[in-house]
């Protein structure tokens, strides 16, 4: 089994920055992708950034060229480094990882969730 434990949310003014954590543990032979999702009260979950193996990064249009997704050297650990956040960036973040864990099988794993509200 694996888990992921985020950290890293809060209260933040408009125009301010916060990082977010995720940090992966248990049974993990190799990751495929790790990445962020958001859920805004009324509003589908979608993808915020993805960071795959070979260190290729995906970001939603929305956050592209202010949130910033990184992985520690380690490679069990992912960031999100949001600047300029905005009033519309508040939403749940959950952090995403794709695997290949126990007994070689793929599978995909999700945080419980940070809160990000940011404050006009």
């Known amino acids: 089994q694996v888990r992921l434990v985020e950290s890293g949310g809060g209260l933040v003014q408009a125009g301010g920055s916060r990082r977010l954590s995720c940090a992966a543990s248990g049974t993990i032979f190799s990751i495929n992708s790790m990445g962020w999702y958001r859920q805004a009260p009324g509003k589908q979950r979608e993808l915020v950034a993805t960071i795959f193996s070979g260190g290729n990064t995906n970001y939603a249009d929305s956050v592209k060229g202010r949130f910033t997704i990184s992985r520690a050297s380690a490679g069990i650990t992912v960031y999100l480094q949001m600047n300029s956040l905005k009033v519309e960036d508040t939403a749940v973040y959950y952090c995403?990882?794709?695997?290949?864990?126990?007994?070689?099988?793929?599978?995909?794993?999700w945080g419980q969730g940070t809160q990000v509200t940011v404050s006009s």
């Open positions: 995403n990882v794709d695997l290949v864990g126990s007994r070689y099988l793929q599978a995909n794993y």
